[in-house]
Nanobody
């Protein structure tokens, strides 16, 4: 089984910065992609940023220019650096990964989420 563990969430003031981390462990043969999603109260879960094994990234328009997604060399850990945080960034942030457990089997996995609250 694959496990994703997020960390780095917390309370920050508007304009502040935060770095989220997600560590993948377990039965991992190859990581296809990893990313961050968020869900605010009363809202649908939305994509924040993704990065694939080749390093290509995608960002939601709402965070483009303020956020950077990155990975370690093995792509077992993904980071989300968020700057110039706004109250509307308040949400539970979830790590997601598409992972091959062996040569023929792949699946999507989710972490438990980490709360980010942006408030004065």
């Amino acid at each position: 089984q694959v496990h994703l563990v997020e960390s780095g969430g917390g309370l920050v003031q508007p304009g502040g910065s935060l770095r989220l981390s997600c560590a993948a462990s377990g039965s991992i043969f190859r990581v296809i992609s990893m990313g961050w999603y968020r869900q605010a109260p009363g809202s649908e879960r939305e994509l924040v940023a993704t990065i694939n094994a080749g390093g290509a990234t995608n960002y939601a328009d709402s965070v483009k220019g303020r956020s950077t997604i990155s990975r370690d060399n093995a792509m077992n850990t993904v980071y989300l650096q968020m700057n110039s945080l706004k109250p509307e960034d308040t949400a539970v942030y979830y790590c997601n990964a598409y992972i091959y457990s062996d040569y023929t089997n792949w699946d999507s996995y989710w972490g438990q989420g980490t709360q980010v609250t942006v408030s004065s």
